[in-house]
């Protein structure tokens, strides 16, 4: 069965550090993988995916995520972190065969500090 | 251009009570999809509806829960004899159509409350 790991259940970095969040995924083959992002009152946006390719992906925000297939991993990253950035990150896996379900992490909150 | 909204955006009830959810997708998005996100975890998918009809429902808990979408554009979830388990947010997405499910637009959510 499909399953998406995020180890972290919270992270603090300093502004202006750089960040990795991590993400583990179990597939049979090689899913569509994405990450989200969602603020206090907001709705869950859409920050990258990568479906196939280049396999290191850029996306909004300055995030960029690298698809390791020899480890199962889909990390996000972001060389430079805004107080902005603060909020819950989703890592999520789509099933390339048939349907369409998307399989969520249980999230990691990211703290900024000054 | 307006984003997904869901109404309303806080539901206190009671257990055993019925409760109503409303989604209003993007103006033009086919696809509708509902998920309920609880305390501490991801989103976890209920449904999916493409046009009116439900073209995956699998993800519904049990019979208590129930959907529809008769025009192809609003979509109501239907909560009965809710419990207190039924505790969450419930987010609703759309997209433009089935070949792009994947670029979901997400709602702020409704978070509903059994006591």
């Known amino acids: 069965a499909q399953s998406v790991t995020q180890p972290d259940i919270h992270i603090t970095v300093s502004e202006g550090a750089s960040l990795e969040l991590r993400c583990n995924y179990s597939y049979g083959a090689t899913p569509y993988l994405f990450w989200y992002v969602q603020s206090p009152g907001q709705g869950l946006q859409l920050l990258l995916k990568?479906?196939?390719?280049?396999?290191l992906v850029q996306g909004i925000k300055g995030f960029e995520a690298e698809f390791k297939r020899s480890q199962s991993s889909f990390n996000l990253r972001k060389p430079s972190v805004h107080w902005s950035d603060a909020a819950e990150y989703f890592c999520?896996?789509?099933?390339?065969?048939?349907?369409?379900?998307?399989?969520f992490g249980a999230g990691t909150r990211l703290f900024v500090k000054a | 251009g307006a984003g997904v909204s869901q109404t309303p955006s806080n539901k206190v009830t009671e257990k055993g009570k019925y409760v109503e959810l409303r989604c209003d997708p993007i103006?033009?998005?086919?696809?509708l999809y509902w998920y309920r996100q609880s305390l501490g975890q991801g989103p976890e998918f209920l449904i999916y509806?493409?046009?009116?009809?439900?073209?995956?429902d699998s993800g519904l808990p049990n019979d208590r829960f129930f959907a529809v979408r008769p025009e192809g554009s609003v979509s109501t979830l239907k909560i009965q004899r809710t419990e207190r388990g039924d505790s969450a947010v419930y987010l609703c997405?759309?997209?433009?159509?089935?070949?792009?499910?994947?670029?979901?637009?997400f709602g702020p959510g409704t978070r509903l409350t059994v006591t």
């Open positions: 509806f493409q046009g009116t009809g439900a073209a995956d």
């Open positions: 990568y479906f196939s390719g280049d396999t």
């Open positions: 997405a759309s997209s433009r159509d089935r070949g792009s499910h994947y670029e979901q637009y």
């Open positions: 999520a896996v789509g099933s390339r065969t048939g349907g369409f379900k998307t399989i």
């Open positions: 103006s033009g998005h086919t696809a």
